[in-house]
């Protein structure tokens, strides 16, 4: 089970730490992805980070805003979210991705967490 946190509401330029915790899943066995979902929107791709950390991948928007990290030992991922503008805001959730197929695509993860609210403010 993966439970994602650290949401709220925050002004147009400000920044916000997601984190993602699992229980009864081994986390540093996968590779990790966050998603969101803005309302009347598909679910998209927004980043992910390999099993090591060594690999990060982000969508172009945040690319540069965002960054991914895990910390293993923790069994958690995290995502700083620096620079955040109207458009970031969704619901975010977090994924471990089943081997095999893109970071990019939700049919390629196997786990899902419980989404956290991302509200920014202009």
């Known amino acids: 089970q993966l439970q994602a946190c650290g949401g709220g509401l925050v002004q147009a330029g400000g920044s916000l730490r997601l984190s993602c915790a699992a229980s009864g899943l081994t986390l540093n066995s996968y590779d990790m992805g966050w998603f969101r979902q803005a309302p009347g929107k598909e679910r998209e791709f927004v980043a992910a980070?390999?099993?090591?950390?060594?690999?990060?991948y982000y969508r172009d928007p945040v690319k540069g805003r965002f960054a991914n990290s895990r910390d293993n030992a923790k069994t958690t991922v995290y995502l700083q979210m620096n620079s955040l503008k109207p458009e970031d805001t969704a619901v975010y959730y977090c994924?471990?991705?089943?081997?095999?197929?893109?970071?990019?695509?939700?049919?390629?993860?196997?786990?899902w967490g419980q989404g956290t609210q991302v509200t920014v403010s202009s």
């Open positions: 980070i390999s099993r090591s950390g060594g690999g990060t």
């Open positions: 994924a471990a991705k089943v081997p095999g197929g893109t970071y990019t695509s939700r049919t390629y993860y196997g786990y």
